[in-house]
């Protein structure tokens, strides 16, 4: 008689996932793009010309805000994160593509979010004007506690029902918003600066922006592995106050 496999018991997790799947982007991409302008069929010939001519183009391009050389690439992550992080995430509509996990055809897994001992819990201010701060120790035990419990009870219930044959598409109205889920993410170099200067915070940044922590470290993973892929157009995008062209 075959055993019925045990349930899998829920795992809580403070990191975030970002990987780099599939790419299609550097510099010389922006450059004959905006050479094309002048140069029109010889814009191909232009790439390996001065590369401190091609640097100062790349710059001129952002300070003056010319965006669309930036937009002749493509970079597809893989990214893992709570769902409360992805509903912020698809606020980015313009130059983004998202195709993520579906609780309608398969049965989600329980991983869910726990912040871990780093993540700043309490806020003081008003809204336009509040700061985090970090929490006390028994803060922080309050909250490990209280989001573990919760998250198995509702992993259980969410079991229970699709046990008594209740519809996946149903039953998952009843997991938080601390489920990890997943996606592929494509964009452009233009619509992830414009991700990056609203979702990170960074001492260049000329406009102040005051993102989720969550969110923010995965904006931090995209631009790590964004900025080794076009180091001339993340100098300019740095340089010029983060804003995007």
């Not at 010889?42 to 391009?61: A, V």
């Not at 690439?73 to 998202?98: C, D, K, M, Q």
Request: aromatic share 10%.
């Amino acid at each position: 008689m075959t055993e019925t496999p045990a349930p899998p018991a829920p795992s809580f997790r403070s990191d975030m996932t970002v990987e780099l799947v599939k790419h299609s982007a550097s510099d010389t991409d922006v450059l004959w793009a905006a050479r094309v302008s002048t140069a029109g069929e010889q814009s191909l010939d232009e790439l390996n010309k001065d590369p401190e001519r091609s640097k100062g183009l790349i710059n001129f391009l952002m300070r003056d805000r010319h965006g669309s050389p930036f937009e002749h690439n493509s970079l597809t992550f893989f990214i893992s994160a709570p769902l409360f992080v992805f509903r912020e995430f698809h606020r980015h509509r313009v130059g983004w593509s998202y195709n993520e996990e579906s609780g309608r055809y398969r049965q989600l897994q329980p991983v869910f979010y726990v912040p871990d001992a780093d993540r700043k819990l309490v806020q003081q201010g008003r809204p336009g004007k509040y700061e985090f701060v970090p929490g006390t120790e028994e803060q922080h035990e309050l909250t490990s506690r209280s989001m573990a419990d919760v998250y198995r009870k509702a992993y259980e219930t969410y079991e229970e029902m699709l046990a008594a044959g209740v519809a996946r598409e149903v039953a998952r109205a009843v997991l938080p918003v601390g489920l990890y889920s997943s996606m592929y993410a494509t964009c452009n170099a233009r619509s992830l600066m414009h991700f990056l200067g609203l979702r990170t915070q960074h001492e260049q940044a000329r406009v102040p922006s005051f993102p989720q922590r969550e969110i923010e470290m995965v904006g931090e993973l995209m631009e790590e592995q964004w900025a080794k892929l076009m180091p001339l157009t993340h100098a300019a995008f740095n340089a010029n106050g983060r804003v995007a062209p």
